[in-house]
């Protein structure tokens, strides 16, 4: 993304665009793409600026800037009902944004609790970021945070906006004060994302209120305001079982599970019907040539193949957790080397990697100092996995399908995870699914 002032994009004082802003250090193009599909199921058209590009209504535009000013200007004329903007950290931390713009926005995570994180130079670049994006909701919008990560939980003092929190559990302190002041919230509960009454209202409540205090405001749709004035159901609203979600892996993938809570927030408090929400997440995987960095999941008979990006310790954590909750029969790791992490993180990483019961296929050369170091990381395990070398990707896929039974899964570590997805693909098509 080039800039953001020159997109079309100027503060304002009255009520604002159908902009929504979506940033985070993970999870944020996930998080877009879910909250594009509900907006589509939900029959509205609508725009999308993402890291793979600009989007209208299923139809991706050739550039970025200039197809985006035309997005904006589509809203303005009302030709579009909605755009999504996913922000990159880096950029809005160096260009700004514009003051008040944004009729709703999202921080998905900074570190998620991980000490480490915090100390990479790229997460001062994020905070200030995140920041920026807070500053940016109108205060008649909405941002949906992060509960469960406390480096997220400031940018409530930072924002005018009303705020939306989720969180994996429904006792998080913060969310509990929030679902006891009936405030808007969402949650994961038992297997189950589980909404309050005051989020499944909000939209409503929100047109109203804007009504009586702007002259140009939209009217609340009659479905909408059918909400408040029903009350037969219950205070909390189960949203889905997350097993009926593909992308969280029966729930075993929790960071999944937060995207899907922090896009159904937004879709919530905009307005997206819970038809339009369940059928997307029903359906919703992400693929490589949409998401080429975020965590793509494909299926290939019996077997779970799961391509991710991670590049540092913190995710490559996470994912490991809900690789190793999802309890496959074996779990086949296909890993590249991890150049750009010094021989002492790379040794963390082989001990990371370590803990799963299987094999680890290195599918890229390595230096005999860092395969070293990357062994005596494995081998700190008490069970450690088998180690082999392969001489590429292709070839170390190829020993994975050979290899692998029913209930197995293969895990990919992209260093390029567009061309590994395509290699991935092309291998799988080979052995028909």
Same mark, same amino acid.
């Given at each position: 993304?080039?800039?953001?002032?020159?997109?079309?994009?100027?503060?304002?004082?009255?009520?604002?665009?159908?902009?929504?802003?979506?940033?985070?250090?993970?999870?944020?193009?996930?998080?877009?793409?879910?909250?594009?599909?509900?907006?589509?199921?939900?029959?509205?058209?609508?725009?999308?600026?993402?890291?793979?590009?600009?989007?209208?209504?299923?139809?991706?535009?050739?550039?970025?800037?200039?197809?985006?000013?035309?997005?904006?200007?589509?809203?303005?004329?009302?030709?579009?009902?909605?755009?999504?903007?996913?922000?990159?950290?880096?950029?809005?931390?160096?260009?700004?944004?514009?003051?008040?713009?944004?009729?709703?926005?999202?921080?998905?995570?900074?570190?998620?609790?991980?000490?480490?994180?915090?100390?990479?130079?790229?997460?001062?670049?994020?905070?200030?970021?995140?920041?920026?994006?807070?500053?940016?909701?109108?205060?008649?919008?909405?941002?949906?945070?992060?509960?469960?990560?406390?480096?997220?939980?400031?940018?409530?003092?930072?924002?005018?906006?009303?705020?939306?929190?989720?969180?994996?559990?429904?006792?998080?302190?913060?969310?509990?004060?929030?679902?006891?002041?009936?405030?808007?919230?969402?949650?994961?509960?038992?297997?189950?994302?589980?909404?309050?009454?005051?989020?499944?209202?909000?939209?409503?409540?929100?047109?109203?209120?804007?009504?009586?205090?702007?002259?140009?405001?939209?009217?609340?749709?009659?479905?909408?305001?059918?909400?408040?004035?029903?009350?037969?159901?219950?205070?909390?609203?189960?949203?889905?079982?997350?097993?009926?979600?593909?992308?969280?892996? &029966?729930?075993?993938?929790?960071?999944?599970?937060?995207?899907?809570?922090?896009?159904?927030?937004?879709?919530?408090?905009? &307005?997206?019907?819970?038809?339009?929400?369940?059928?997307?997440?029903?359906?919703?995987?992400?693929?490589?040539?949409?998401?080429?960095?975020?965590?793509?999941?494909?299926?290939?008979?019996?077997?779970?193949?799961?391509?991710?990006?991670?590049?540092?310790?913190?995710?490559?954590?996470?994912?490991?957790?809900?690789?190793?909750?999802?309890?496959?029969?074996?779990?086949?790791?296909?890993?590249?080397?991890?150049?750009?992490?010094?021989?002492?993180?790379?040794?963390?990483?082989?001990?990371?990697?370590?803990?799963?019961?299987?094999?680890?296929?290195?599918?890229? /050369?390595? &230096?005999?100092?860092?395969?070293?170091?990357?062994?005596?990381?494995?081998?700190?395990?008490?069970?450690?996995?088998?180690?082999?070398?392969?001489?590429?990707?292709?070839?170390?896929?190829?020993?994975?399908?050979?290899?692998?039974? /029913?209930?197995?899964?293969?895990?990919?570590?992209?260093?390029?995870?567009?061309?590994?997805?395509?290699?991935?693909?092309?291998?799988?098509?080979?052995?028909?699914?």
């Amino acid at each position: 993304m080039t800039s953001l002032d020159q997109s079309g994009l100027r503060s304002q004082t009255r009520f604002p665009l159908s902009l929504v802003a979506i940033t985070g250090t993970r999870g944020k193009s996930t998080t877009a793409w879910l909250l594009y599909r509900m907006v589509r199921a939900q029959r509205w058209s609508a725009g999308l600026w993402c890291s793979s590009g600009v989007f209208v209504d299923e139809r991706q535009l050739e550039g970025e800037l200039q197809p985006w000013t035309s997005v904006v200007q589509a809203l303005r004329t009302g030709d579009l009902d909605l755009a999504i903007q996913e922000l990159e950290a880096p950029v809005v931390a160096t260009v700004g944004l514009p003051a008040a713009i944004y009729r709703a926005g999202a921080v998905t995570t900074l570190c998620g609790n991980d000490d480490s994180c915090l100390l990479a130079p790229a997460t001062r670049y994020a905070a200030r970021a995140h920041e920026i994006v807070a500053r940016a909701i109108h205060p008649h919008g909405f941002i949906v945070l992060n509960a469960d990560d406390p480096d997220v939980l400031g940018l409530a003092e930072e924002s005018l906006a009303r705020v939306i929190f989720f969180a994996l559990h429904p006792e998080n302190p913060v969310l509990r004060r929030q679902r006891d002041a009936r405030k808007p919230a969402i949650w994961y509960d038992d297997g189950v994302i589980v909404a309050n009454r005051a989020l499944y209202d909000y939209q409503a409540l929100f047109a109203w209120d804007a009504q009586t205090t702007e002259s140009d405001a939209f009217s609340a749709p009659s479905a909408f305001l059918e909400r408040v004035e029903t009350r037969t159901e219950p205070d909390d609203i189960p949203v889905i079982a997350v097993r009926e979600a593909p992308i969280t892996l &029966g729930g075993a993938l929790l960071f999944q599970v937060q995207n899907v809570l922090c896009a159904t927030a937004l879709a919530l408090g905009l &307005g997206i019907s819970l038809t339009a929400i369940r059928s997307t997440l029903r359906t919703f995987l992400p693929t490589h040539d949409l998401l080429p960095s975020s965590c793509n999941l494909v299926f290939l008979r019996d077997l779970i193949v799961l391509i991710d990006g991670a590049r540092d310790l913190w995710t490559l954590r996470t994912l490991l957790r809900g690789v190793r909750q999802s309890t496959p029969r074996k779990v086949f790791v296909v890993t590249h080397g991890f150049p750009w992490l010094s021989q002492e993180d790379l040794r963390e990483v082989g001990r990371i990697l370590g803990r799963v019961t299987g094999m680890i296929l290195i599918s890229e /050369p390595l &230096g005999d100092e860092r395969l070293a170091a990357f062994r005596e990381g494995v081998v700190e395990n008490v069970l450690p996995p088998v180690i082999v070398t392969q001489p590429d990707l292709p070839q170390a896929l190829q020993t994975v399908l050979t290899l692998a039974r /029913p209930g197995d899964l293969c895990l990919v570590l992209a260093s390029d995870p567009l061309k590994t997805g395509e290699i991935v693909r092309r291998i799988i098509d080979g052995y028909g699914t």
